[in-house]
């Protein structure tokens, strides 16, 4: 059966430094991989998305994510953090049509 | 930014009672999802339309909830005899294709069953 895995569920990381989410996903084939945020329980806004070709996707805010087959990952990055990044973090993939999501890693910025 | 509409924002209903919610998607976006978030964000597929048909939905669907997206109209998800574990945030999501491109969500409405 198809699942996306998030292992971390809560992040911490000081101002300035670098980020990175981790995310796999369990299907047969290469489903449309996609990163998205959820502010204070609202609704997802979408980061970035991975259908095909280069492996490397640039999304809003400087985040980017790189796709794995080998893998089977789309682990989302960021270079340097703001505090306005605090935030839960969803991957998910679509199959069929519908989005699998996984758990959430909840990223907290210190000053 | 998302210009998905979803109104409610919050919904407070008693158990057995009926609660409904609705969604403006997107112009331009055929395709309308709704997605359940439980408080251990755990997120269920419910239905999924594509102008006014039914594409896909889940067997929980079929039961205590109903859904429809008439021509001109929001669309409208409505449970009709709410539970206590129905208590969730209720995600509606538009896309412009209806075979894997990105969906953008509204922000949501949360129910509350009492």
């Known amino acids: 059966a198809q699942s996306v895995t998030q292992p971390d569920a809560r992040v911490t990381v000081s101002e300035g430094a670098s980020l990175q989410l981790r995310c796999k996903y369990s299907y047969s084939g290469t489903p449309y991989l996609f990163w998205y945020v959820q502010y204070q329980r609202q609704g997802l806004q979408l980061l970035l998305k991975?259908?095909?070709?280069?492996?490397v996707v640039q999304g809003v805010n400087g985040f980017e994510a790189e796709f794995s087959k080998s893998d089977s990952s789309f682990h989302l990055r960021k270079a340097s953090v703001h505090w306005s990044d605090s935030a839960v973090y969803f991957c998910?993939?679509?199959?069929?049509?519908?989005?699998?999501f996984g758990s959430g890693t909840k990223l907290t910025v210190e000053p | 930014n998302s210009k998905v509409i979803q109104t409610p924002r919050y919904l407070v209903k008693g158990q057995g009672q009926k609660a409904k919610m609705r969604c403006i998607p997107e112009?331009?976006?055929?395709?309308v999802f709704w997605y359940q978030q439980n408080k251990n964000n755990e997120f269920k597929f419910l239905i999924n339309?594509?102008?006014?048909?039914?594409?896909?939905q889940i067997d929980m669907t079929e039961k205590r909830f109903s859904a429809e997206c008439p021509s001109n109209s929001p669309c409208s998800l409505e449970i009709q005899s709410s539970e206590a574990g129905d208590s969730a945030l209720y995600l509606c999501?538009?896309?412009?294709?209806?075979?894997?491109?990105?969906?953008?969500f509204g922000p949501g409405t949360r129910l509350t069953v009492l």
């Open positions: 998910a993939a679509s199959i069929y049509n519908v989005l699998y």
């Open positions: 112009k331009g976006h055929p395709v």
């Open positions: 339309f594509q102008n006014q048909e039914v594409l896909q």
């Open positions: 999501a538009s896309s412009r294709s209806g075979t894997g491109g990105e969906q953008y």
């Open positions: 991975y259908y095909s070709g280069d492996p």
